[in-house]
């Protein structure tokens, strides 16, 4: 028997993502898809590219609407999910993939979002190497409601996890830039992100530590075992529809020499089907991820700067939110974790 699924916001990127690839998926049946000023319409009228989908109408967003499936995927703005969550206590499996549930210290939330805070929920990143052994995968199983994570944290937090906590790097002095595609923005319409504003041009955003995604960032290298982690993080717009490439570096620890870095690397994701770490000298390109639930990493020692640089790509649609989500959902629910996930991307 299929697994009853709706998507809400499914007019959007992130939503249009998670159609595509549970098209693909052999035990979820999507049977309701929502949007806001676009219900009503077709959803082939708003995502074309979904065949699969062609007689499928966007419904309102409600928690009637919702209510009655196994499974409901959010995609919805920050701050509407959080909302909408309280009525869906009949359904078994919610998986957000808002910020609305991520944090765990009101106090970052308070700093960095608007409105009312809300209960953590299981963190959607099954690779997160944690202190004391085993990785977030665990906590995924038999999960009800699920957090998936941002994407350029999940970026940073799959490039340095394994070395901050098998203490070959330090986590107080970390830092991290990042080249992101304009889809992260979502779909609405922004000025910033006219064709004409950002084509042929890179464009620097929330400089200076004012990303809401630096907590975030901060609470799964702590979950990692980072002591008094500190990152600074800046992300960079390039005019590329999907992918992240972040170049995240931090100190040597103190007495590690370069030879024995590679292997903590080696160690966290050697059984992982999603992560890879390519071979010495090779670094990933976004281009080799597009449409993946893969991250890619590529590690190098600076020697005559004590510094390990680590740079990650990966889909922002794929394993940076849709693909994480379903991943996480397999977990949760028994399957088999890749069910309907792509590992390869496409190219050229
Ligand atoms: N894009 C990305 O790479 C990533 C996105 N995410 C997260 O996923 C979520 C969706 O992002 P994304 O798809 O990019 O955003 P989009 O702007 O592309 O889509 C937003 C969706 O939410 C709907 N919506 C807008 N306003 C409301 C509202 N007030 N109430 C209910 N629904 C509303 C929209 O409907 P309509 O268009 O019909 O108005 C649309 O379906 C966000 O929380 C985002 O942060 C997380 C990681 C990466
Ligand atoms: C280009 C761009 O604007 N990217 C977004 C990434 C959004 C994301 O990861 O999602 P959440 O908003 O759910 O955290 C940003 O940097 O804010």
């Given amino acids: 028997m299929s697994i009853a699924v709706a998507v809400a916001g499914a007019s959007g990127y992130a939503g249009g993502e998670l159609l595509r690839l549970l098209a693909a998926h052999p035990e979820f049946e999507v049977r309701t898809v929502t949007a806001h000023q676009n219900a009503g319409q077709s959803l082939s009228s708003v ?14 967003t409600t928690r009637e609407t ?3 499936h196994d499974v409901v995927f959010l995609a919805l703005p920050h701050g509407q999910s959080g909302a909408i969550t309280d009525g869906l206590g009949s359904v078994g499996l919610v998986v957000d993939c808002g910020a609305d549930h991520r944090l765990t210290d009101a106090a970052d939330w308070a700093s960095f979002y608007e409105g009312d805070f809300h209960e953590p929920w299981t963190y959607g990143l099954p690779e997160l190497v944690l202190a004391g052994g085993g990785t977030q995968r665990e906590r995924l199983v038999a999960a009800k409601r699920i957090a998936v994570p941002g994407c350029n944290v999940t970026a940073i937090t799959l490039g340095l996890a394994p070395g901050i906590r098998d203490r070959v790097v330090m986590a107080d002095d970390l830092v991290a830039v990042l080249a992101v595609g304009t889809s992260g923005a979502g779909k ?8 004409s504003e950002i084509a042929g041009s890179a ?17 799964n290298l702590a979950a990692a075992g980072g002591r008094n982690v500190s990152v600074s993080f800046t992300p960079v717009l390039v005019p590329m529809s999907r992918g992240i490439l972040a170049t995240s570096t931090a100190r040597l620890a103190p007495g590690i020499r370069a030879a024995e870095v590679r292997a903590s690397w080696e160690a966290a994701y050697a059984d992982e089907e999603f992560v890879t770490l390519l071979p010495e000298g090779r670094f990933p390109k976004t281009a080799d991820v597009v449409g993946a639930n893969t991250a890619l990493l590529g590690l190098a020692v600076d020697e005559s700067a004590g510094r390990v640089v680590v740079v990650s790509a990966i889909d922002n649609l794929v394993k940076g939110t849709a693909g994480a989500a379903i991943q996480s959902a397999n977990i949760a629910l028994g399957l088999p974790e890749s069910l309907g996930l792509p590992v390869n991307g496409v190219a050229p």
């Fill in 188 to 195: 609405s319409l922004k000025p910033e992100l006219l064709a």
């Fill in 203 to 219: 464009s620097p955003y929330a400089v200076g530590g004012v990303h809401r995604h630096t907590p975030e960032i901060r609470q």
């Fill in 66 to 68: 919702l209510a009655g």
């Fill in 47 to 60: 995502h074309p590219h979904l065949h699969s989908y062609r007689d499928l109408v966007l419904a309102e």
